[in-house]
């Protein structure tokens, strides 16, 4: 299954709770008001692709000509390069350059590089058998080693220095993230799964850093898909979604 026929098929995912959590209305203005992809996206996008898939990169991105549009020669290779591109995204060769340096750094680092060998990019769905609602995971690898199987999942980032991940883990749901992919995982195979982040820095030198997810951390993660799946079930029943109809109070500093 492709990624788009993957994002198209009617099921929820851990973005969908993860925009939930802030608020059901987030949730449902986001659904109806797509965001196109930002540079920043595409970047991380082609940096996955590579690292992951490399096989496969050409079919959805395309590298630009690094050249001087203000002349004739120049206009005469962009526009040939448009009309060969298609609908593939669109990267820099600079960036281009710079996933290749990150990809070598994986490929270097003596743990992270044995994590990524697995199935990639497998698509599960299972039905919640307390809500009936239909869910999606799409794990980044698959790792069978060791007599036990690890759900792993790259990450670009700002910093791995101590406790800068862990930031980003909080900001961007990646607990759940967790928590509902072992879930997917074993709801297809039955079996129990690990979890690891494989966590680079977008900047040179590319440090990457591997992150196990405890036992505790994933049951966490569960936990927070319990309540998400629960509350987006009663928003969908009830066609409800609402925003923040409590009241706040705002006490003064302590003397």
């Known amino acids: 299954m492709t990624q788009e026929e993957y994002r198209a098929y009617p099921a929820i995912s851990r973005s969908d709770l993860f925009k939930l959590k802030k608020s059901p209305l987030h949730y449902k203005y986001a659904t109806e008001h797509k965001e196109e992809p930002t ?10 692709k590579y690292i992951l898939e490399r096989e496969d990169f050409d079919t959805e991105f395309a590298i630009a000509p690094n050249v001087d549009k203000r002349t004739k020669e120049g206009k ?27 990809a070598k750094a994986v490929a270097d680092h003596p743990i992270a590089s044995e994590l990524i060998k697995g199935q990639h990019e497998v698509s599960l769905f299972w039905t919640d058998e307390q809500t009936g609602e239909e869910c999606k995971v799409r794990p980044d690898c698959i790792h069978d080693g060791d007599g036990k199987t690890i759900i ?6 700002a910093s791995v220095e101590d406790g800068a991940f ?28 690990g979890f690891a982040f494989i966590a680079q820095e977008k900047e040179a030198p590319y440090a990457v850093r591997v992150y196990q997810c405890t036992d505790e951390y994933m049951n966490e993660g569960f936990d927070e898909y319990r309540a998400l799946i629960g509350l987006y079930h009663e928003c969908k029943l009830a066609d409800n979604y609402h925003g923040f109809d409590d009241i706040e109070y705002l006490y003064g500093e302590e003397s």
């Open 39 to 48: 540079p920043a996206l595409n970047f991380g996008s082609a940096a996955h």
């Open 76 to 102: 005469a290779i962009w526009q040939e390069f448009v009309d060969n591109a298609g609908n593939k995204i669109v990267i820099s060769e600079d960036d281009f350059n710079k996933i290749k340096e990150m």
């Open 152 to 157: 792993v999942d790259y990450k670009t980032t």
């Open 166 to 193: 862990e930031k980003s883990c909080r900001k961007y749901g990646y607990k759940l993230q967790s928590g509902m992919y072992r879930e997917g995982y074993f709801q297809n195979f039955f079996e129990d799964a």
